[in-house]
């Protein structure tokens, strides 16, 4: 079968992506969900919706927009781990999963990707979309009084500075 593909990381890409859409049909995943659904009026459109709050942050969130993640990371999909990767992937129960809004997702997978904490994550995500355009850059060091060189300075300046205050949003 691998033979089809242009090398081991094709192959399991493809097979990671049809093992992805086993878990979106996941009676665990559907369930859980379900769990966490409840109706309330949606400020945008003043009609009734359902919600689920974000595990993560709290905030209330649209339940058809809400992810249903694993607490503990089910890892890399390598050639050598398919049994281990399914079994973390597809069989676990309720407590090992969480609906989060997909911001937090986001952070989460990139602090799990790597090893750093949620909090540390979500500043460094922060400050690499604002670094992304040197603009936006300027702008949040000159609001927060720091001076530099270039945007690798920038960057490295407004994580230390974020790390410190703590006070991203």
Request: charge should be positive.
């Amino acid at each position: 079968m691998r033979e089809h593909f242009k090398s081991d990381s094709a192959f399991l890409n493809w097979l990671r992506g049809g093992f992805r859409r086993i878990w979106n049909k996941s009676p665990a995943k559907i369930e859980y969900k379900k769990t966490k659904i409840y109706k309330k009026i949606n400020p945008t459109s003043g009609k009734l919706a359902q919600f689920i709050d974000c595990e993560l942050c709290g905030e209330p969130c649209r339940a058809n927009v809400v992810q249903v993640d694993h607490v503990e990371p089910c890892g890399s999909l390598t050639m050598h781990n398919w049994t281990e990767f399914l079994y973390k992937l597809l069989l676990m129960n309720g407590e090992q999963l969480q609906c989060a809004c997909k911001p937090c997702h986001k952070i989460k997978s990139f602090a799990e990707m790597y090893d750093i904490s949620f909090e540390e994550a979500k500043i460094k995500k922060q400050v690499i979309s604002w670094v992304s355009k040197a603009s936006t850059a300027r702008q949040a060091c000159k609001d927060h009084g720091i001076t530099y060189k270039n945007l690798k300075q920038a960057r490295a300046d407004l994580l230390d500075y974020y790390r410190e205050k703590g006070d991203i949003k």
